[in-house]
């Protein structure tokens, strides 16, 4: 049985899931098996970056090795790569042939736009060098499309979407935060592909569940409902980050799993929220963004959300992860943590749940500040 593609945008149809190699990263052989795995299920799409350390290095190999065996996914090879935005046109010549050259390719089907997280990037994208860039790449064939990956606002990517120079975004989508799920529609709708990045790691580290959360999700494993709940949105393909071979078992139970939200996973997502919802009886935060903007722009959903998963599904590892990397991640996350709120009640009429925001911002605060933690690619 030919395994199932979907489109994505202008480019050739992809496989539901994507092999993410930021973590196969120990050696040739590592890299080598991952692939070798990802092609055994039906994976027909490479997402990398020069980001990435040695991943494209190792994945060139890695692809020249299974060619020469005869092994090639239906379709033929495809990569994802990107570029960071905010250099010169020399400067992005230079990084794309560079891609190519540690890959050993000649061209890739899909460059991406790495983090257009601020307004700034965007401008770059659209109307400076970074369009020169994009326009010189398609022109010279060396990429069949250019989309864009952001850690930004809902509204920053909603007019990322709106212009006419992507054809593919690569956004944070989760199970315990479908807050972006309105981005998704509005990019299909518009013949965008959509790829899904982390859904298992940043979306509340669902390989290592807490208890709580494990029995919020029965009768699924929190990984496996995850990836249920977002190939039901239609979203084009989600990655996985596997470092070795047992990492594909869920994806591969769902790989021709093409079809919308069943009557069992409608159960099972409703039985998740339902369960946050009775531990926090008054103080769930919907994450309906109402009570934006805040006069000090503290990011108030986002603080609300993990303590939500705290609190709700005792993910607390996760939960002071991300709290503490607030304010140490440049752009590539919120600036201001819950002890911004200076009380000045804005945000109070504004909520529709009647949740006494600053008293919950700054409970958020104490229970979740730590030392921070390195992130993975640093």
Not at 83 to 109: C, F, T, V
Not at 149 to 169: E, V
Request: aromatic fraction near 8%; glycine fraction near 8%; hydrophobic fraction near 35%.
């Amino acid at each position: 049985m030919k395994p199932i593609r979907r489109p994505f945008g202008k480019g050739k149809a992809v496989s539901l899931f994507t092999l993410g190699t930021m973590r196969a990263l120990q050696s040739e052989k590592q890299m080598y098996e991952v692939v070798k795995a990802a092609l055994s299920i039906g994976i027909n799409n490479f997402e990398t970056a020069p980001a990435y350390g040695p991943a494209e290095s190792l994945l060139g190999k890695a692809f020249k090795k299974l060619k020469s065996q005869g092994k090639e996914p239906y379709g033929g090879y495809l990569i994802t790569s990107k570029i960071l935005p905010n250099i010169s046109l020399k400067e992005g010549k230079q990084q794309l042939q560079e891609i190519l050259d540690r890959l050993e390719m000649k061209k890739i089907a899909n460059l991406a736009i790495h983090g257009i997280n601020l307004e700034q990037h965007l401008d770059w994208a659209i109307h400076g060098e970074g369009a020169k860039i994009i326009n010189w790449a398609i022109e010279k064939g060396i990429v069949q499309q250019v989309g864009f990956t952001s850690h930004g606002s809902f509204n920053l990517i909603s007019r990322a979407l709106d212009c006419d120079g992507f054809q593919f975004c690569s956004l944070h989508l989760h199970l315990l935060e479908p807050s972006k799920i309105p981005l998704v529609k509005k990019a299909l709708n518009r013949g965008i592909g959509v790829m899904g990045i982390s859904p298992v790691d940043k979306g509340g580290k669902l390989q290592f569940p807490s208890k709580t959360l494990i029995e919020a999700c029965k009768p699924f494993h929190p990984i496996e409902l995850a990836y249920r709940f977002l190939i039901g949105q239609g979203i084009s393909t989600l990655t996985l980050g596997a470092s070795k071979i047992e990492d594909f078992n869920v994806a591969k139970k769902l790989i021709n799993n093409n079809y919308p939200i069943n009557k069992q996973t409608k159960q099972a997502l409703k039985n998740l929220r339902n369960y946050a919802l009775f531990r926090l009886p008054e103080s769930h935060c919907g994450q309906c963004r109402e009570c934006l903007p805040c006069p000090k722009n503290v990011p108030i959903p986002e603080l609300l959300h993990m303590r939500n998963l705290f609190l709700g599904y005792d993910l607390q590892e996760f939960s002071k992860e991300r709290y503490n990397l607030i304010g140490k991640a440049g752009h590539w996350w919120e600036s201001k943590n819950a002890s911004a709120c200076e009380e000045c009640g804005e945000c109070l009429p504004r909520c529709p749940n009647n949740l006494q925001i600053p008293k919950l911002l700054k409970e958020t605060h104490k229970l979740l500040i730590d030392n921070p933690r390195r992130r993975l690619w640093d």
